[in-house]
């Protein structure tokens, strides 16, 4: 019962390390970035949730929706302005130039809203008032049928767009070859605009739901999410849209269980190891595939 | 300027005077003055890590995001064999590093045969591993390290003169090191390591050699933070310290090593300077960083490597070209 209690709590966790996986795992595969301001988008996006819930308070049953979806849209602007201004001019240069560009983004929006809203740990206003069942032995609260509830239609959505979609279908030719897919017509900027908007807005999705399932954030929130959400993306295969959606499940029950069984200081670590043991083991991820280097 | 001859001369009078030459005048500058004082001895910390990650970085072509990590071990034993074992400072500073060699020879042997972001995910992560363990430490038996507290009451043992010196012989080590027959097998496996390979160098060899050497001298850099700082905590050597670094050399340019020397000062320097803006200061770094990358992406300094004979550094730029990507469907 226990280990039932424990993989329930780890899925709802999971299910946010997911969302945010899924915007790594995107960019990673069109433009080869590992995009270091994806976690502090997040944390934008919870900001955004924060700052709305606060004006408009009124509670009806649209205050959840109109606050995801509203944090969801200000953090896509934001995702691609911050493709437009830090990523696009750098496209054909080495990629650590990139690299430094994404962690000056990821210490400026830290420190952006750091100084424009304060650097302490804020209440997440309750957008959804909480209750919860209890089935033999089992506590579920109703945020935690929410939180994996949104992820999984949020996937969908995803899945749709990019397997059904012309915007979708764009994408996936970007990723496969850049070159060809550009000789082919595709407006290869514009699809990796769209996909850093689909990204930031996942992210921001993540962002709103941790502020209903753990009520606390700070600007610094982005970084260790972030860095755990990655780690998901790599466990599941980087690149591949499902493996990084599994990855953040077993991440989220992965660390659950890791605080349960031994320590909560061990919490942050067993994402690391799991990552060394992943690129040591099978360096393609669950998922991936593995593709013979051409010389 | 003209070569000089005597290679003796060459390899160790010139560095040797023209850094005591250096120390005085920096002296002299910062005579008296606390604060000056710390600012120079941190700038010759950063040189030390600034080009030591070069060495793996820029100069061997494997990207690690994990030096932090290796300062942590160089502070971690450094600082405990003074304060517990009553070491010598220097004594201490070189069992650092040695403990941080050790500690990068375990970590680039497995994961160096990754290669690009892989690695540098590997090593962030190991990084971030060893800072775990540091936290963890109280519960693993290693009581004295106080876990997640951090050890205080380290004496002040890193005064700029002894910074300045490891500074100096760190930079001499690391360029005899790169422009020797091992350093240019490195610069090989940099450019192709499937030629380096097929010319018969033996690209493992090189890369744990350069990872090695790396990670000792970031533990002696880490031993000489922790006695200016005078305090071990693992929140010191997270992430962002690696990232400190990885700007450093970006900045400065990468596979330069003077470049590095030079873009270590300027972060450091600026990040000091900007202490008057208070809360924006680090708002200020950040635009600072991504407008260097935005208009300069080789970095501030780019390949050319500075030294007394070559005074040409402020010869007029090319203008940074523009590469197709802009107008894509056009081309």
């Not at chain 1, 999971?14 to 795992?25: D, K, N, Q, V």
């Not at chain 1, 994408?171 to 897919?181: K, L, T």
Request: aromatic share 10%; hydrophobic share 55%; with cysteine.
């Amino acid at each position: 019962m226990e280990l039932l209690q424990q993989i329930i709590n780890g899925i709802s966790l999971g299910s946010i390390y997911a969302l945010i996986a899924l915007g790594y795992t995107m960019v990673y595969g069109i433009v080869r970035l590992i995009n270091f301001a994806h976690g502090d988008v997040y944390m934008a996006g919870a900001y955004i949730a924060y700052l709305i819930a606060n004006r408009f308070s009124e509670e009806t049953v649209w205050r959840f929706p109109l606050i995801l979806l509203a944090s969801m849209g200000g953090c896509s602007l934001l995702g691609m302005a911050i493709e437009r201004v830090a990523y696009k001019p750098l496209r054909n240069r080495p990629r650590i130039a990139t690299l430094t560009t994404a962690i000056g983004v990821s210490i400026f929006l830290e420190n952006l809203v750091r100084v424009a809203i304060g650097p302490n740990f804020l209440g997440f206003p309750e957008i959804i008032t909480r209750t919860s069942w209890e089935i033999k032995g089992i506590t579920i609260s109703n945020v935690q049928v929410v939180v994996p509830g949104c992820t999984v239609l949020l996937v969908l959505v995803l899945h749709y767009v990019v397997h059904k979609t012309k915007a979708g279908k764009a994408m996936r030719a970007v990723s496969f070859d850049r070159d060809v897919a550009m000789l082919m017509g595709v407006n290869v900027d514009n699809t990796i605009r769209i996909t850093f908007a689909i990204g930031s807005a996942l992210a921001a999705a993540a962002g709103v739901l941790v502020g209903i399932a753990y009520p606390r954030i700070d600007p610094y929130m982005g970084i260790m999410a972030g860095l755990k959400a990655f780690v998901s993306a790599v466990l599941g295969g980087i690149g591949i849209i499902p493996g990084a959606a599994l990855g953040g499940l077993m991440m989220g029950v992965a660390e659950v269980m890791a605080v349960q069984l031994f320590s909560s200081s061990l919490k942050d670590a067993i994402a690391f190891v799991v990552l060394i043991v992943v690129l040591l083991v099978k360096p393609t991820g669950l998922l991936g595939k593995v593709a013979s280097e051409k010389v | 300027m003209r070569a000089i001859e005597n290679e003796f001369v060459r390899r160790f009078v010139v560095p040797a005077v023209a850094s005591t030459a250096l120390y005085w005048i920096l002296v002299s500058i910062a005579y008296r003055n606390d604060y000056y004082m710390y600012v120079l001895t941190m700038c010759a910390i950063n040189v030390i890590g600034a080009t030591s990650l070069n060495l793996i970085n820029g100069f061997t072509g494997q990207f690690s995001l994990g030096h932090a990590g290796f300062m942590a071990v160089g502070a971690y034993v450094a600082g405990s064999l003074t304060k517990f074992g009553h070491w010598p400072f220097v004594g201490a500073l070189l069992a650092g590093m040695a403990g941080a060699a050790v500690a990068g020879f375990l970590v680039g042997l497995p994961t160096l045969r990754l290669r690009g972001d892989y690695l540098a995910i590997a090593t962030l992560g190991f990084g971030e591993i060893i800072r775990m363990l540091i936290i963890n430490s109280d519960k693993l038996g290693l009581k004295f390290l106080e876990g997640p507290r951090g050890v205080p009451g380290i004496k002040r043992y890193s005064t700029f003169g002894w910074a300045f010196f490891f500074a100096v012989v760190t930079v001499w080590i690391l360029a005899n090191y790169i422009w020797s027959t091992h350093g240019r097998a490195c610069g090989a496996v940099k450019e192709d390591e499937v030629a380096a390979e097929a010319m018969g160098v033996g690209t493992t060899t090189y890369k744990v050699m350069s990872f090695t050497i790396g990670a000792s001298f970031a533990g002696l850099a880490g031993g000489l933070h922790a006695h200016l700082l005078q305090l071990l905590h693992p929140a010191s050597y997270d992430f962002l310290k690696s990232c400190d670094f990885l700007v450093m050399i970006v900045v400065g340019g990468m596979g330069n090593l003077t470049g590095s020397v030079l873009g270590a000062l300027f972060v450091t320097l600026i990040t000091e300077a900007l202490r008057k803006l208070l809360e924006l200061r680090m708002l200020a770094y950040a635009v600072g960083l991504i407008c260097v990358m935005l208009f300069r992406p080789e970095g501030l300094f780019g390949t050319r490597e500075f030294s007394l004979g070559a005074l040409r550094f402020l010869a007029p730029r090319r203008p940074v070209s523009q590469v197709g990507g802009d107008k894509s469907g056009a081309t």
